[in-house]
């Protein structure tokens, strides 16, 4: 009976041996892991302000004299070089008052030469003892006035010719011309409160934010010049419909002055504008570079989530291959990034991908993300 029994646990422990081989044999290997090794860089952190953009110049056409409208040589909408014809208003009543001052000019010319001519002949009585003192200083005072009256003539006939170039309206600015505000035959006055049309100048663009006045004292005393040494000062735009505006731009001044109600102060940047893509009102958001942080890390948003109490996690791969789960600090996003500066090492293996067959604790194959 012992023999039998000493049998029966030989067969047994291998049974058990054999099931065991099996078993480590049919095991599935561990799961793969997409990872990317993160590594600490310096990185620009910036700030997201709404603004508005506004012409860099603008200039409202009026007419300086009054008159009815004839002629309009625009296309509206159109772009208008400085010194343009934009409007004529009936030039004829102005141009009788010129040929009037033109023979108001004659006329005292005719007087002027009259009371030389006077001049010279009681001079030479006078210098024969013929003609008294008080004749020569009475012709003398005629031709002075007619001299004077004379310059009055010549400045009335410029103010008319003034009056007659004017009443061709031409462009003060060089830009793009907004709709005509009068059409053909209306009756316009001199420095009329309505324009006649507007013009603004687009390329280059400004574009107009509010920062806080806290803000503005930081960069005032300079530590955002430090911090700013080596950074990317480049300041970009987001247009309304959520695309980046190509051409990037400068800050060039803040207003002197914090709103008493807001807090803020306005910044004003300045963007080329060759496609006239940013129009004058359109709401955009300025992306305005604050500091310089120095070993953060750029962390794909794909492999950042959040606990149950909404703190950013993500999980990474150790040396030995096992997952572990690391609880980050997100100081703001960049791109399709999160910059973060705590929870991570240098060299951590990041898991962007593969998240749903595995959890932390458990060993995973880590395989690197392919470059892009």
């Not at 300086?64 to 009936?90: A, C, K, S, Y």
């Not at 170039?165 to 005509?180: F, K, P």
């Not at 240098?346 to 604790?361: E, M, N, S, W, Y």
Request: glycine share 6%.
């Amino acid at each position: 009976m012992p023999y039998l029994l000493r049998v029966l646990s030989a067969s047994t422990l291998i049974l058990c041996l054999a099931t065991g081989i099996a078993q480590a044999q049919s095991a599935p290997p561990p799961t793969a892991v997409t990872v990317v090794e993160m590594q600490p860089q310096s990185v620009t952190l910036t700030t997201t302000l709404p603004g508005r953009v506004a012409a860099s110049a603008e200039a409202e056409v009026r007419p300086q004299v009054n008159g009815i409208i004839t002629e309009r040589f625009f296309r509206e909408g159109g772009h208008v070089n400085e010194g343009d014809p934009l409007f004529r208003i009936d030039p004829d009543t102005y141009a009788a008052v010129v040929q009037q001052a033109q023979a108001s000019v004659k006329q005292v010319e005719v007087e002027v030469k009259f009371a030389k001519t006077e001049v010279d002949r009681v001079t030479e009585l006078r210098q024969n003892n013929v003609a008294s003192q008080q004749a020569l200083d009475n012709v003398i005072s005629t031709y002075d006035s007619a001299l004077a009256a004379l310059e009055v003539a010549k400045a009335q006939l410029n103010a008319a010719e003034i009056d007659l170039a004017r009443t061709t309206i031409n462009a003060q600015l060089s830009g793009e011309i907004g709709l005509a505000q009068v059409s053909h035959g209306a009756l316009v006055t001199a420095s009329q409160a309505s324009p006649l049309a507007v013009i603004r100048d687009i390329d280059p663009v400004y574009v107009d934010v509010t920062q806080s006045a806290s803000d503005l004292l930081r960069w005032q005393r300079g530590q955002t010049e430090l911090d700013l040494a080596d950074a990317d000062r480049t300041v970009r735009l987001t247009l309304a419909d959520g695309s980046d505006f190509r051409e990037t731009g400068t800050l060039t001044a803040a207003e002197h002055n914090v709103n008493p109600q807001t807090g803020v102060v306005t910044l004003r940047m300045q963007f080329a504008n060759p496609d006239r893509l940013l129009l004058p009102g359109m709401y955009v958001q300025v992306d305005l570079p604050v500091e310089l942080a120095d070993d953060v890390y750029l962390v794909p948003q794909e492999g950042v989530n959040r606990d149950r109490r909404g703190r950013p996690i993500a999980w990474v791969v150790n040396a030995d291959n096992v997952v572990e789960e690391r609880q980050l600090s997100i100081l703001q996003d960049r791109n399709a990034d999160w910059v973060v500066n705590e929870g991570l090492a240098p060299g951590d293996r990041l898991i962007v991908a593969g998240f749903q067959k595995t959890a932390p604790g458990a060993t995973v194959t880590p395989e690197p993300r392919p470059a892009e």
